[in-house]
């Protein structure tokens, strides 16, 4: 799957890594919110893939993943503005 190289390169420390991995196991995490930390742990994970690859290993659209990873880079969080 091709796409252009996201300019939003997610680098996360393992302490931020280590947290959004434990939302996406929690049973209570909200769906959304899982759907948002897996697009961060995936761009994070491999930095060369493109927004339609990211999309796809998350189960969601490329517009949601462009969305999500230029918020984290902004805000650092998974919350709705």
């Known amino acids: 799957m091709r796409g252009p190289k996201s ?5 996360l ?3 931020e890594a280590k ?6 196991r929690a049973h209570k995490t909200p769906h ?3 759907i948002r930390a897996k ?7 491999h930095p060369d893939w493109s927004a339609p690859q990211i999309a ?3 189960q969601t659209s490329d517009r949601m993943v462009r969305k999500w990873r230029k918020r984290w880079l902004t ?7």
């Open 19 to 24: 947290h959004l991995q434990e939302l996406v």
């Open 56 to 58: 796809q290993a998350s």
């Open 7 to 11: 300019t939003y390169k997610i680098e």
């Open 32 to 34: 959304a919110r899982v």
């Open 39 to 45: 697009i961060v742990l995936t761009a994070n994970a």
């Open 13 to 15: 420390s393992s302490e």
């Open 75 to 81: 805000t650092h969080s998974l919350a709705d503005a």
